[in-house]
């Protein structure tokens, strides 16, 4: 395991950030760390890359602690931190081989690692051009290429993908898949589409505790207690009728002659509804089934603590 | 270190910052030493260089704390700290890069005044009638002098975000170290430890210094203050984990 992660707690004055969490990530795995907004992401990868220590606890990375060899650490880590901070009067060249210098490469080691990162970033275009020059999405390759100037057995990225197009996130995406196929890598969002599509497994944290740690799929089956059918009619119709078929559980009407039909995981209801709406010649305009989305799952797993306040 | 060392220097020379620094010091010192009529050498009528080593430590008092004033602040504002401090180099490595990288600019500001050491010699009755002695050992004051006050700019620089409030701190303890504790030491109410707290202060071994004696005392109290602040400032890199 390249990167474990045991009984971790970071207590900011009264504040406890990160309460006891424990997970590890191996090698070719790409680990989705989620959480709403200061669940303590930032703070756990912060920890992981020595700069704040734990108030107990630790974190190994390629069998370094962080506590007691935090510069062995550092020479294994690549680290994106949040916002991506960027000297914008460097050059993409200057401040590249300013990283790569501070790994200890040198001469022509450092300018073929420079070349060869900025080809794999697709800097190529921007390439010399100054920091500040650059949009935010090259910003952010630069970042992404700065972290993995030194070829680090594992790389951290905090939110990587804030702030990007739509067609940039998709590049940045495949640029850290192809990454993970070697290394460890361990990125942190709140984009549940970027989970499903790049991510082996997810670690789910809320208010510094792990409330879920599984595959993607086990994931979305672990909520899957109930099915959900979205139906919609032409005009009104009788919900009684819905709710008297075999399976269903309840139905919701959501205006406009749409009705959410919640039904046993175990039978497809789909055919009986149609059946209903043929027998007593309802036009039936839609019928789809919810897929049990990540996004919910997350929402249900982390917003818990909201309604308890509500 | 020496990564870090370079990168300083680059963004010195590329942001402007060393041209406007040194072309400000010299043409503060050229106005001193041969223009101003209360200063100037030329009515003064002897061939020494004092206008200049009484009047640098003054311009040094505002131009170093400029120069140092953005290497930690600027970082820290900009986030990228986060970034120096998560590689493999240690705090002390990153702040003795930064203070020699500012170094090399202050000194760099007071090698062409040696030019005014040449015209004196020149300009002596009989030419070459000046006490080379107490010029070096000004010059090696001032340059000590320049060192502990980056060591200053430094410290105030890691001690806040704000490059203002950095200057204006570093300014200050700048005055304190130079005459503030010369000042101080002359009130009439400390009796046997007024000499104590003169020697607290940079003045008095400069002024030593300036009289061509190298005294090893003198050098060491220098270096020990320079120790001092860089070691400060390391603590106050520090104390993000003791958050």
């Not at chain 1, 361990?186 to 879920?212: D, P, W, Y």
């Not at chain 2, 061509?212 to 203050?225: A, K, P, T």
Request: proline share 3%.
């Amino acid at each position: 395991m390249s990167v474990v992660v045991a009984d971790l707690v970071k207590i900011y004055k009264t504040q406890n950030a990160v309460n006891h969490i424990s997970f590890s990530a191996g090698k070719g795995e790409i680990l989705g760390f989620l959480g709403p907004n200061g669940a303590g992401k930032s703070t756990t990868m912060k920890i992981a890359t020595c700069y704040i220590p734990p108030t107990s606890g630790t974190v190994k990375v390629c069998g370094f602690d962080v506590t007691e060899s935090p510069l062995e650490v550092r020479k294994h880590i690549g680290y994106l931190p949040e916002h991506n901070p960027l000297y914008l009067d460097m050059y993409v060249h200057e401040y590249l081989e300013f990283i790569g210098s501070l790994h200890k490469i040198k001469g022509s080691t450092l300018k073929a690692r420079v070349k060869e990162m900025v080809e794999l970033c697709g800097l190529t275009v921007e390439q010399n051009k100054k920091i500040g020059a650059l949009s935010k999405g090259y910003r952010q390759r630069v970042g992404l290429a700065q972290s993995l100037i030194h070829n680090p057995e594992v790389l951290i990225l905090d939110e990587p993908t804030t702030g990007l197009d739509p067609n940039q996130i998709v590049e940045i995406r495949n640029v850290i898949k192809n990454i993970g196929k070697e290394k460890t890598v361990i990125f942190s969002t709140h984009i549940m589409q970027e989970v499903q599509a790049l991510c082996s497994r997810v670690v789910i944290i809320n208010s510094g505790k792990i409330v879920a740690d599984s595959s993607v799929n086990d994931l979305k089956n672990l909520q899957s207690s109930s099915r959900i059918i979205i139906a919609e009619f032409e005009k009104p119709i009788d919900s009684q009728l819905l709710r008297i078929l075999q399976g269903v559980k309840e139905v919701k009407d959501l205006g406009n002659n749409r009705y959410e039909i919640e039904s046993n995981t175990d039978k497809d209801i789909r055919n009986d509804i149609f059946r209903l709406a043929a027998d007593n010649s309802w036009p039936l305009l839609g019928l789809k089934q919810e897929e049990n989305s990540l996004e919910n799952i997350f929402r249900q797993l982390t917003g818990k603590k909201g309604e308890e306040h509500v | 270190m020496f990564s870090i060392f370079r990168k300083e220097v680059n963004s010195f020379l590329s942001s402007l910052i060393a041209y406007i620094v040194i072309g400000l010091f010299l043409t503060a010192m050229g106005l001193f030493m041969w223009v101003f009529p209360e200063s100037n050498v030329l009515d003064y009528g002897f061939a020494d260089m004092q206008t200049l080593f009484t009047t640098a430590p003054f311009v040094f008092m505002f131009l170093i704390p400029a120069i140092t004033m953005r290497t930690f602040a600027e970082e820290k504002k900009d986030g990228t700290i986060e970034l120096l401090l998560t590689r493999p180099i240690t705090d002390l490595q990153i702040i003795l890069g930064k203070y020699f990288s500012s170094l090399l600019l202050v000194i760099h500001a007071l090698i062409p005044t040696l030019i005014y050491y040449y015209s004196i010699v020149r300009l002596g009755n009989p030419v070459g009638n000046i006490d080379s002695a107490g010029v070096v050992g000004s010059y090696i004051g001032l340059t000590l002098l320049g060192a502990v006050f980056t060591s200053i700019g430094i410290l105030s620089s890691a001690l806040s975000v704000n490059q203002i409030v950095s200057f204006i701190i570093a300014v200050f303890l700048c005055f304190i170290f130079y005459s503030g504790f010369q000042s101080l030491a002359s009130i009439n109410v400390w009796g046997q430890l007024s000499n104590l707290i003169d020697q607290l202060g940079i003045a008095y071994h400069y002024s030593a210094l300036s009289k061509g004696l190298i005294d090893s005392r003198d050098v060491l109290y220098f270096v020990s203050v320079i120790v001092f602040m860089l070691l400060s400032t390391n603590l106050v890199l520090d104390s993000r984990k003791w958050q």
